[in-house]
């Protein structure tokens, strides 16, 4: 099974109020592009349907899109993979800026399995001689 792990930031969930365009693909990051469906980069913005099985056995179906105006159109600007449909569901697990977004798929499957892993709280006041919490990663990341 592979899985990718991303950090939630504020943007994802929503919580900015600006507008959401889903979580962002990086481009550079091969292993995790070669794990979603591909999608050509000679058309206009291509996108797949995928569906995603939540812990709790709901089906969802996420758009993955690679929104590429910049590679069609001469003042596009955008050249970015994103999964969309995602607020819905951010909404209903309650997820919030900090909280990791998993993603994961059998070998051969034909669906992704998701879910939000609430990130640890923090105590009300800081613990003295107590070990200090310091975040290290905001991107996604493979798990071995």
């Not at 889903?22 to 070669?34: N, T, V, Y």
């Not at 909280?99 to 998701?114: H, M, R, V």
């Not at 006041?125 to 975040?135: F, L, N, S």
Request: proline share 7%; glycine share 10%; hydrophobic share 30%.
């Amino acid at each position: 099974m592979k899985k990718f792990l991303k950090p939630l930031s504020a943007n994802d969930v929503g919580s900015t109020g600006a507008h959401m365009g889903g979580i962002l693909i990086p481009k550079g990051d091969g292993e995790l592009l070669a794990f979603l469906p591909h999608l050509d980069p000679d058309k206009y913005n291509p996108s797949e349907w995928i569906i995603c099985v939540t812990p709790d056995g709901r089906e969802l179906r996420l758009r993955y899109v690679y929104y590429n105006n910049r590679l069609h159109k001469p003042n596009g600007t955008r050249n970015e993979y994103r999964i969309t449909h995602l607020t819905k569901y951010f909404r209903t697990e309650g997820a919030k800026e900090g909280d990791t977004f998993e993603i994961s798929k059998e070998d051969g499957a034909t669906s992704y399995l998701i879910n939000v892993v609430k990130a640890a709280k923090e105590p009300d006041e800081p613990v003295e001689d107590g070990p200090v919490r310091i975040r290290i990663s905001t991107g996604w990341r493979r798990v071995h």
